[in-house]
């Protein structure tokens, strides 16, 4: 499984981005996806997670009313659009595979990860 995300990029406090992530192989709809996060000299983080269905999502507190998680089976893509952001989410946002069907804010629980993408939010 291979993933890559793009859609990164540098913005103003205030702006959006949409970033994506697509996956080779068939088994994507099989498969809970989450997007992380690391700033410089912090550890990476979980910013949101979706079942297979699209159905459930999860968020971190810090993104939580800004950020939405979704995606396209048949695209094998999952996106992460990001609203209002703010000089602390500058970071490398990196996507995953979780080796479970559940939702899951537990960088252990995902085996697959993408390359990173840079976002960076200037004030």
């Known amino acids: 499984v291979q993933l890559q995300a793009c859609g990164g990029g540098s913005v103003q406090a205030g702006g959006s981005l949409r970033l994506s992530c697509t996956a080779s192989?068939?088994?994507?709809?099989?498969?809970?996806m989450g997007w992380f996060r690391q700033a410089p000299g912090k550890e990476r983080e979980f910013v949101a997670a979706i079942t297979l269905s699209g159905s459930s999502t999860q968020y971190a507190d810090s993104v939580k009313g800004r950020f939405t998680i979704s995606r396209d089976n048949a695209k094998n893509t999952v996106w992460l659009r990001m609203n209002s952001l703010k000089p602390e989410d500058t970071a490398v946002y990196s996507c995953?595979?979780?080796?479970?069907?559940?939702?899951?804010?537990?960088?252990?629980?995902?085996?697959?990860w993408g390359q990173g993408t840079q976002v960076t939010v200037s004030s």
């Open positions: 192989g068939r088994t994507f709809s099989s498969y809970t």
């Open positions: 995953a595979r979780s080796k479970y069907p559940r939702l899951s804010r537990l960088l252990y629980e995902y085996d697959y």
